[in-house]
């Protein structure tokens, strides 16, 4: 099933987040901007293939595991209840979030075919980095897409992702949350929801 994607539907449609790590030690400038120079590369190759929407999914799949900090992003989204989670609790969220992810994104840039993003500008802040792109759709006038970018892991990867000002991660934890809500606590049963949604 197609989305009808506008400007508005791709800012609130999109959900999956990103979080805030701790301090950022050699990354610079350059190679902040360089991570997501290749990332956005890397997504308009993707949405220029012509691939079916699931071939696409798979493919967003291996972008989001080679650029994104998903260990941290996924125990972000669990929040305080990673703490009662246990070791296999805890891999098995992380890759049903990722999968989860993959579906949610790839669904949404799927409509992006026939637009770009383009990486306009980077700046410090605090201890990361946000490189700033812009997106252009068809038919609708280009917005902002910020990515947060940190060394944290020992890898430069991106960890949150601001659309027009909405903070994803804050939207994404919120949602795992009302998962959790829903299977009265429930883990075990949340994951395999998350395995199914997006």
Do not use: C
Not at 63 to 79: E, I, N, P, Q
Not at 108 to 131: P, Q
């Amino acid at each position: 099933m197609a989305f009808d994607v506008t400007r508005r539907t791709f800012v609130l449609g999109t959900t999956a987040a990103l979080a805030m790590p701790g301090a950022a030690w050699a990354l610079n400038e350059s190679q902040a901007s360089a991570l997501v120079g290749k990332l956005v590369g890397a997504i308009n190759k993707i949405i220029d293939s012509g691939k079916s929407e699931k071939a696409m999914i798979g493919e967003f799949e291996k972008v989001f595991k080679r650029y994104a900090d998903l260990s941290y992003v996924a125990a972000y989204a669990m929040g305080a209840d990673g703490r009662r989670a246990s070791g296999g609790q805890k891999k098995a969220f992380t890759k049903a979030f990722t999968g989860y992810m993959s579906r949610k994104y790839g669904k949404r840039f799927r409509e992006f075919i026939g637009g770009r993003l383009e990486v306009t500008g980077v700046r410090k802040v605090k201890n990361y980095y946000e490189v700033t792109t812009v997106a252009h759709l068809r038919g609708e006038a280009p917005f902002d897409l910020k990515f947060h970018v940190s060394d944290r892991s020992g890898k430069n990867l991106f960890f949150n992702m601001y659309i027009e000002g909405v903070n994803l991660l804050l939207t994404e934890r919120t949602e795992i949350g009302a998962m959790l809500d829903k299977r009265r606590g429930d883990i075990d049963a949340m994951i395999k929801d998350l395995s199914k949604a997006g």
